[in-house]
């Protein structure tokens, strides 16, 4: 089989994966570290939550880490704080210490063995309330009960919606073992959706974060499957003459869009998501993948060779004409698409060095906005403020976040091998 290998990143892509195996323990974890600072952040006070010393997660620490995360918000120190929900506290203070708004609570465990979450939000200059949570959560639900507090903060101080009770996908290798995980948004909290003895590639959530698309080598040779993530089932999507590779969801969670050798040389064709018989989208003499659909699902764009090196183009979802996007550079792969439309980000082989590109579609304006030299798969949050993408740093492979602009990163340190092949999941139904 005629398979190229652009960049870092396998795009047409041989890969394997065994059988779906049980969820294994949670062997990744991952700790978040944060550098930059953005121009205007919003001061905040998180004081330590009353009993959770004696709790399984620290609340106050996870709501932290995920604000100062978004490159939105700046922490001012609360850790000396003994406050709660239960009473107004007294916010001159906070007022000297140059905080906007405070959060308080309290973790209590209850008879039961679940613990009860209780928040609050405060504005620190109008000396006003901004509303309260409560949760009811066994311990496995602790992290996600504290991402679900920082969303609300989030929504209530910028407006919009918060991404941290949403999930991610990557795998990784060690030694001989691949695993794709789905983890928290902050990388933590990892549970193994498969295992391998072979390589593992191109996980794609469905639009309603039910499902991941994936490609596996058990016969041999690439296949596509559609994997279930709360019950482990899958079922067999793309098994055709040749490869079948690069799975990317329509909007509305109907049809893949993939590439296939069955024909020739590697193209795009649609497939309905239970399987069936494919529909050819492309008719080239070069290698057509890596597709992606619009958000609005009208148009698709992939990665093509037919110019003689890899650049993006796009085509009507039903097939067409297509044309070229990328003209900065003379390689570009990887694409993604912010929620609304307005952003590609992809991945740019730069002097040997392989980084990640921001285009605004408007204008056509181009920034690279890391200082790594391996960047690879970039994928937008739900709410398009941040990019994950996998990296290379002190000669391990890891999963960064970082704003649009570049200024605000976050390193996802883990432990359990090389990361590749990350993907954000939809906000939670």
Do not use: C
């Amino acid at each position: 089989m005629n398979q190229p290998l652009w960049g870092r990143r396998r795009v047409v892509g041989l890969l394997g994966a065994a059988a779906a195996l049980p969820a294994l323990p949670a062997l990744a974890q991952f700790r978040v570290e944060v550098s930059g600072q953005g121009l205007t952040q919003l001061p905040i006070a998180i004081a330590p939550f009353r009993g959770e010393g004696q709790s399984p997660q620290k609340i106050s620490s996870i709501i932290q880490a995920d604000l100062e995360r978004s490159g939105q918000f700046r922490a001012v120190d609360a850790a000396s704080a003994s406050l709660d929900e239960t009473a107004p506290p007294d916010l001159g203070p906070w007022r000297q210490r140059g905080a906007d708004s405070l959060a308080v609570g309290s973790v209590t465990k209850l008879a039961d063995g679940r613990f009860d979450v209780r928040f609050r939000l405060w504005d620190v200059v109008r000396a006003q309330g901004l509303g309260a949570q409560s949760y009811a959560v066994t311990a496995a639900d602790l992290r996600l009960a504290a991402h679900r507090i920082a969303d609300f903060i989030y929504e209530k101080l910028t407006g919009e919606r918060g991404i941290f009770s949403t999930r991610i996908a990557y795998v990784t290798k060690a030694g001989p073992r691949y695993n794709l995980w789905v983890a928290d948004s902050d990388g933590d909290n990892a549970q193994s959706a498969l295992a391998s003895a072979e390589p593992i590639i191109s996980p794609a959530w469905s639009s309603n974060g039910s499902q991941l698309a994936y490609v596996s080598f058990e016969s041999r040779k690439p296949v596509v499957y559609v994997h279930e993530v709360a019950t482990g089932k899958r079922r067999l999507i793309a098994n055709f003459r040749g490869s079948n590779s690069a799975p990317a969801w329509s909007p509305d969670g109907r049809t893949l869009a993939v590439t296939l050798s069955r024909d020739g040389g590697s193209q795009l064709y649609t497939i309905d998501a239970n399987g069936g018989e494919p529909r050819r989208l492309t008719q080239s003499a070069g290698i057509d993948t890596e597709p992606l659909y619009s958000p609005d699902g009208r148009m698709i764009y992939f990665v093509s060779d037919r110019g003689g090196a890899p650049q993006i183009y796009r085509m009507p979802a039903t097939g067409g004409s297509p044309e070229r996007v990328t003209f900065t550079g003379s390689y570009n792969i990887s694409p993604a698409m912010s929620p609304d439309g307005k952003t590609l980000a992809y991945i740019s082989r730069i002097n040997g060095q392989f980084k990640l590109q921001v285009m605004e579609l408007g204008g056509g304006a181009v920034a690279s906005i890391t200082d790594t030299s391996a960047d690879e798969s970039p994928s937008f949050a739900p709410n398009g403020r941040l990019i994950m993408y996998a990296t290379r740093q002190g000669g391990a492979e890891a999963l960064m976040t970082t704003t649009l602009d570049g200024k605000i990163k976050a390193r996802l340190a883990g432990q359990g091998g090389d990361i590749r092949e990350p993907d954000w999941g939809p906000f939670q139904k």
